[in-house]
């Protein structure tokens, strides 16, 4: 980083820190501010101190930011904004910047005039990062001075003081995570780097570094987008063909608040739509969201309605409208509202007339001097509505062949006994053989099984009236009884625990993961509320005697067998792979894995959005050369072949 960026100047003293509340014990309860103990609070405390340099950043201070994961897993955050105040805050009488890094609810987001528009959570974040670190350093380079203060989990070791001079400006953060406080202290690089790419996408014109310096961890990316967000949904459609040729955007602003969009068109079916507050992901959506569907509409119906494509009152539907386009919104605003805790929903009212305008003004204008981009949009909603009635036929038409508004069920389910879907589970199992089995081996009051036979659908390459129709879907559609799509309700669904039960074998896998894509593309609530497990059957069965055990992985398996022959390494112990589920006898596969209090099982989880459409495009998608990079790349990281 440039010790030389020329500063934008402003005066940014202790006048603009304000108090609200002293420092809870937040190591007696870390959750309650950062989430978790887990790997996503250890590095939620990176995103909080560099969230405070982006908030330089966003007001127009700082043009660089590094992070470095140090040996050790030390942090280090260095930028080239005006620096932390330094000089005495009137409150409290302790230099401003003890008072960031030692008070809860203390920085220059809440009135004190310091930032107009800020992220962070709640402003907690320096505080917090050093209350839950073994240690903490801060340099401030400011007004021709270097200053520095040392802290020790949260408490003052040694008092700010000047250590040297300086032409430059900016805060230097270094920290390292406390053990006693974290499951783990070891940073993932691929999961900063994320985000980091996520904050450079959003804020056009600013520079990120992160280095890894560890040892034999070494690597160092530079993430500068000066495209901003049209970058970014270039980046989102990068496995994905468009539609029309370049990405577009709309922007613009009322007093002190500002709405970008950027969008492009591909030819898949799934809509990816990513939208920030204050450069924080509001998954949730918000008024921001609200306001770009009901223009984007409202636009495309009146360009068909104009041109003559769309004929009398037809209209083409919001979810038509977004089928296959990739679009993210970022809003920048003052006194920004989230609606609970962790900031997952915008509320902002005004927000919505702001998008609103900006999409029916600049989207319409658009259209009027891009005639073609226009008319393959529109024509790509067109052919999603007529697939959405096909799809509607198909529903009907299966309906009356299965008796499904009567309640009938499908021949291959084998339902349980009980009614309460909190304490209902259903194994999806592959072959007849295996289910068998399953039947035999069951707890009928509580788990039912629906057996599934040959290859599934991929539906990363079918609409949803193909999805309707087909024999090895609907079956499951119809069990599970909360619909699909658009007409998902989750408060219909017939069981909280729907576990996929296949072999650890290749063909598992695949069934698995085509399992898996059609959840996530079309009932994407059951993964988010963590319903969906993945059955762990064992590998192994060991014998000595009348001795039995079993062994899920080759690891497991030499240390039983060890365990087995106790003080006797001459002893026989028997050991046979199990060639499948259907090889097992009913008694086995309920011992081994559908007995609650001796199962394993894997929850899938949803972490990243973006990221998990990322790899089920590239993976189920219909271009080969990604698959194969992605497979080349990855293929050194394979340990087996379970998911």
Request: glycine share 10%; charged share 30%.
């Amino acid at each position: 980083m440039s010790d030389n960026i020329e500063q934008v100047k402003q005066e940014y003293d202790a006048s603009q820190i304000q108090v609200l509340e002293g420092l809870e014990a937040v190591r007696k309860r870390p959750g309650m501010y950062i989430g978790s103990t887990s790997s996503s609070g250890l590095h939620h405390l990176v995103y909080e101190i560099v969230d405070n340099s982006i908030d330089e950043a966003l007001a127009g201070f700082c043009t660089a930011i590094e992070v470095t994961i140090e040996q050790g897993d030390v942090i280090r955050v260095r930028d080239n904004g005006r620096g932390i105040p330094v000089d005495i805050q009137e409150q409290t009488g302790k230099s401003a910047l003890e008072v960031v890094f030692t008070v809860l609810h203390a920085g220059g987001k809440f009135g004190g005039g310091g930032y107009k528009v800020s992220g962070g959570l709640h402003g907690v974040g320096a505080s917090v990062v050093n209350a839950l670190s073994e240690w903490l350093e801060v340099r401030v380079h400011k007004e021709g001075k270097v200053y520095q203060m040392r802290f020790a989990r949260g408490e003052i070791t040694e008092d700010i003081h000047v250590v040297g001079t300086t032409d430059r400006s900016g805060t230097t953060v270094r920290f390292k995570p406390d053990p006693e406080m974290f499951d783990d202290v070891v940073y993932d690089y691929e999961i900063l780097h994320t985000r980091m790419r996520e904050q450079a996408f959003l804020n056009g014109g600013l520079t990120i570094i992160l280095c890894d310096e560890r040892e034999g961890k070494e690597q160092e990316d530079t993430l500068y987008y000066q495209g901003g967000i049209r970058e970014f949904v270039g980046w989102l459609n990068r496995h994905k063909s468009p539609v029309h040729d370049e990405v577009i955007y709309l922007s613009g602003a009322k007093g002190d608040a500002v709405a970008e969009i950027a969008l492009q068109y591909n030819d898949g079916y799934n809509e990816t739509l990513v939208s920030f507050a204050n450069d924080i992901h509001t998954p949730e959506g918000g008024m921001h969201e609200t306001g770009f569907k009901t223009a984007l509409t409202r636009v495309i119906n009146a360009y068909g309605q104009k041109n003559n494509i769309i004929k009398g009152e037809d209209k083409v539907s919001g979810e038509d409208v977004r089928e296959g386009i990739s679009a993210v919104i970022s809003v920048k605003l003052p006194e920004a509202q989230f609606e609970g805790q962790t900031k997952q929903k915008l509320g902002n009212a005004y927000i919505r007339t702001l998008v609103d305008n900006i999409v029916s003004d600049q989207l319409a204008t658009y259209f009027e001097e891009h005639p073609q981009a226009a008319k393959a949009i529109l024509e790509k909603a067109m052919m999603a509505n007529r697939a959405r009635e096909a799809a509607r036929k198909a529903k009907e038409s299966v309906r009356r062949k299965t008796g499904l508004e009567s309640g009938q069920m499908p021949d291959k389910l084998q339902d349980c006994n009980e009614r309460d879907p909190s304490l209902c589970e259903i194994y999806i199992v592959e072959g007849d053989s295996a289910a068998g089995s399953a039947i035999q081996g069951r707890d009928s009051r509580f788990q039912a099984i629906l057996a599934m036979w040959g290859k599934m659908l991929n539906v990363e390459k079918a609409r949803a009236d193909k999805i309707y129709g087909n024999d090895k879907l609907y079956p499951l559609i119809v069990a599970l009884g909360a619909g699909i799509g658009d007409e998902f309700n989750i408060d219909k669904l017939r069981y909280h625990k729907i576990i996929i039960m296949a072999d650890a074998d290749v063909d598992g896998s695949h069934i698995r993961t085509l399992l898996l894509t059609f959840f996530f593309r079309y009932m994407r609530p059951l993964i988010e509320r963590g319903y969906v497990y993945s059955a762990v059957p064992p590998l192994y069965k060991l014998q000595r005697g009348k001795q039995q055990r079993v062994a899920y992985s080759d690891e497991e398996r030499d240390r039983i067998s060890a365990e087995m022959r106790g003080d006797n390494p001459n002893v026989k112990v028997d050991i046979n792979r199990f060639k499948g589920l259907g090889e097992m006898d009913p008694h086995e596969l309920w011992e081994t894995t559908m007995d609650p209090e001796k199962r394993s099982l894997r929850r899938i989880t949803l972490k990243d959005a973006i990221m998990a459409d990322q790899i089920f495009t590239v993976l189920m998608g219909e271009e080969v050369e990604p698959r194969r990079e992605w497979i080349e790349t990855n293929a050194k990281y394979v340990v087996n072949l379970d998911i």
